[in-house]
C-alpha cells in the first residue's frame, strides 16, 4: 500500500483514489466469497454482512485519513519552521516523522495480524474457517485493524510532536501562541475526522446484538482514542492558555512602563501610539483567545450519537 508519508503528492486523484480502489476491490471479494449477498439467510450470513462491510468501509475511510493527516502534518511543519526562520530544516523533521511513521506501521502490523485470531477466537469462529466467506473475512480485516492503529498512532504523535517543537525551540511567546493554535487546528480537524469514522462502527452490529469481544474492543478504543486524540488537544489548548497569561502579563507591564514614561516625557504623541498598539494586540488575542474551544469539542463527539440514533432508527425498519 502507497501511504506517501509526509511528502506533498502532486496528483490529487490519487489521495483518494488509492483507498477507493482498495474498497472496491474488497467489496467485489466478499460478493464473490458470499459475505456481501443478499436476502440475508441466518444470524452467522448476518454477521458476515455486516463485519466484511464495516470493515471494508472503515478500511477505506482510515488509509485516506492517514494521507489526510500526513499532509496536514506537513503544513504545519512547514509554518512551523518559517515562524521559527528553520524552514531549511524542513527535510531534517521529515525524516525524523517518516522513520516514527515506520515504526508505528510495523507496531499497527502486528496488531492487525493480532486482532482477526483473538476474533476468530472469541466469537468460535474457528470451526468455519473452511468456509471461504469467513477465511476471506479474517484476511481482510487486516488492513483494517492495521489501518485503525496507524491512524490513532499517527495522530498523536504528529500532534505531540508539533506542540513539542513550538515550545521548545520558540523564545517569542507571541509566536508560539498563535503556532500553538494551528496544531490545536489541526489535532480539531484530525479528531473530527476520527470520530465520524467511528461513527461508522454501527454497521458491525446491523439487526444482531453486540457481542462481548466487540465490548471489549469498543471499551479499549474507547480509552484509547480519549488518550491519543483528545488528551493532546487538551494539553495543547492548556499550553495556549498559559503562555496567553505570559503575553497579556507582558503586555500589561510595556502598557504601564509606557505609561510612567509618558508622564515624565515631553513627547507623548509617539508614545501613545505605541500605548494604542499595543491595546490593539491585547483585543486581537482577546478575540483569537474567545473562539468557543469547549464547543467545538462538543462538536466532535456528536457524530457518535447521531450514528446510533441513526442506526437504532434504521434498523426498527429492518
Known amino acids: 500500500m502507497k501511504f506517501s508519508a509526509y511528502e506533498s503528492n502532486r496528483n490529487v486523484v490519487s489521495v483518494w483514489a488509492y483507498p477507493l480502489f482498495l474498497v472496491l476491490i474488497l467489496l467485489l471479494i466478499h460478493n464473490l466469497t458470499g459475505a456481501l449477498t443478499l436476502p440475508i439467510l441466518d444470524a452467522n450470513h448476518q454477521r458476515d454482512f455486516n463485519t466484511a462491510l464495516g470493515t471494508t468501509l472503515l478500511s477505506g475511510f482510515f488509509w485516506l485519513t492517514i494521507r489526510n493527516v500526513h499532509k496536514n502534518a506537513a503544513s504545519t511543519l512547514i509554518a512551523a519552521l518559517v515562524s521559527l526562520e528553520k524552514l531549511s530544516h524542513f527535510n531534517h523533521h521529515r525524516g525524523l516523522l517518516g522513520r516514527q511513521f515506520a515504526r508505528h506501521l510495523m507496531w499497527s502490523t502486528s496488531i492487525g495480524v493480532i486482532m482477526p485470531i483473538a476474533y476468530l477466537l472469541s466469537e468460535g469462529l474457528v470451526t468455519r474457517i473452511d468456509e471461504p466467506e469467513v477465511l476471506v473475512i479474517a484476511l481482510t480485516s487486516i488492513p483494517f485493524w492495521l489501518l485503525l492503529t496507524l491512524f490513532i498512532l499517527q495522530v498523536f504523535s504528529n500532534t505531540h510532536y508539533l506542540q ?11 509566536k508560539e501562541l498563535y503556532l500553538l493554535r494551528e496544531i490545536f487546528n489541526m489535532a480539531l480537524s484530525n479528531t473530527l475526522i476520527a470520530v465520524s469514522g467511528f461513527a461508522l462502527t454501527p454497521i458491525f452490529w446491523i439487526n444482531k446484538s453486540v457481542p462481548f469481544f466487540d465490548i471489549v474492543v469498543l471499551t479499549v478504543y474507547a480509552i484509547f482514542i480519549s ?38 516625557s515631553a513627547v507623548k504623541s509617539s508614545l501613545s501610539k505605541e500605548i494604542e498598539s499595543i491595546e490593539t494586540n491585547k483585543e486581537t488575542l482577546r478575540r483569537v483567545l474567545s473562539k468557543p474551544q469547549k464547543l467545538r469539542l462538543l462538536m466532535c463527539m456528536m457524530p457518535l450519537p447521531v450514528s446510533w440514533l441513526a442506526f437504532l432508527f434504521v434498523e426498527s425498519f429492518y
Request: aromatic fraction near 8%; charged fraction near 20%; avoid cysteine.
Open 164 to 174: 513539542k517543537l513550538a515550545s521548545t525551540e520558540h523564545s517569542y511567546a507571541v
Open 227 to 264: 488518550a491519543y486524540l483528545f488528551l493532546p488537544m487538551i494539553i495543547v489548548a492548556k499550553r495556549m492558555r498559559t503562555v496567553a497569561n505570559i503575553v497579556m502579563k507582558d503586555y500589561e507591564s510595556e502598557i504601564t512602563q509606557l505609561i510612567r514614561q509618558q508622564a515624565n
